[in-house]
């Protein structure tokens, strides 16, 4: 690879930045090429992100190309980044390429990953090799994970991104508790009109958590223990590449059991892509909302690498597992 200068900084580029962005990235179309030289490889990491605009922007940008991407990680609607975008555009333009699959994930044992896909799937579940627990109370939840803390573990804590949206500017606004009573929806700062979720679980309950927001200043501390890991909570934006010995997964009222998985649009807060968000999605396609809240628990419940704590904000969907749950690993 020949490129314009030397040291990380020319090695490690976005793919894309968006039309916000200073510099653009390496796939999109107003890259300075003329800046970097001719690169012979590019590997781009987290490919299930791209567009197919980007995919096919970054077929040029290089002799060699390298994408990693995994289907269960796409988020939000215009992720295109999945294995029939890649092959198609590839047979399109006549290009050779070699189609790979890890074997096994890396964080978690693979009997335990497929425990998780059959529970998702609406099948019986038998998580092995990862402590697997159920509570019905969070404050026991939240106990349990400050014990394994106090034992030097690393622990940790994520919530469906529903009933409160965060807010970047303000920690202790009331848009920015997740776990807490009451719990605001929507907050105008400059009113201060409230309106708040019907959720009234954590009433009475004495603890507060907030959202972290900022991927910089906050998600990279948070995991390696900077940040008391019992005060903050990360969304799937803030867990996805992360992980902990122990972590503690509130299951919220976006995707409920009856008598299948069924996706709820109303608790859902995740404006993250304008119209191609997850609460604009559910709004107009269930199915596909479906499929990427499937993928967002898949991750959640995949970020303990010794135990994962669960509770869950919907009752029914809590009896639903515990039904379907055949290890004695239970609350």
């Not at 005060?231 to 972590?247: I, L, R």
């Not at 807060?269 to 909302?289: C, E, F, H, M």
């Not at 303990?304 to 869950?312: E, H, Q």
Request: glycine share 8%; charged share 30%.
């Amino acid at each position: 690879m020949v490129l314009g200068g030397t040291g990380l900084e020319h090695l490690i580029l976005f793919f894309a930045v968006g039309p916000r962005g200073r510099y653009r990235g390496v796939a999109e179309r107003n890259f300075p090429a003329d800046r970097y030289g001719t690169l012979d490889l590019v590997i781009y990491d987290e490919a299930q992100r791209m567009r197919r605009e980007n995919i096919e922007i970054s077929i040029e940008r290089s002799r060699v190309k390298a994408y990693f991407y995994d289907d269960e990680q796409l988020l939000v609607g215009d992720e295109e980044g999945f294995r029939e975008t890649f092959l198609n555009i590839a047979n399109a333009r006549n290009i050779d390429y070699v189609d790979l699959e890890l074997s096994r994930p890396a964080r978690i044992p693979l009997s335990y990953l497929r425990a998780v896909r059959n529970l998702l799937e609406g099948k019986e579940f038998e998580p092995e090799g990862v402590e697997f627990k159920i509570f019905e109370d969070i404050v026991e939840m939240i106990g349990q994970l400050r014990a394994r803390k106090e034992e030097g573990h690393r622990v940790a804590l994520v919530c469906a991104f529903t009933e409160t949206p965060g807010n970047r500017d303000d920690r202790k606004a009331p848009d920015n508790l997740r776990i807490g009573y009451p719990l605001c929806k929507r907050y105008n700062p400059r009113t201060g009109e409230l309106e708040y979720s019907d959720l009234d679980i954590y009433k009475g309950k004495g603890i507060k958590i907030y959202w972290l927001m900022h991927e910089r200043e906050e998600y990279p501390r948070y995991w390696m223990g900077e940040l008391d890991p019992l005060e903050y909570c990360a969304s799937v934006y803030g867990a996805q590449g992360f992980e902990a010995e122990y972590v503690g997964v509130v299951w919220g009222r976006d995707l409920i059991w009856r008598d299948g998985w069924v996706v709820n649009p109303e608790p859902i807060t995740d404006n993250v892509g304008g119209p191609y968000s997850l609460k604009a999605i559910a709004q107009r396609d269930k199915l596909r909302a479906l499929k990427l809240l499937k993928n967002r628990y898949l991750i959640l419940l995949t970020r303990g690498t010794r135990g994962v704590y669960l509770f869950f904000e919907d009752k029914e969907t809590e009896r639903y597992v515990l039904s379907r749950l055949q290890s004695n690993q239970m609350k």
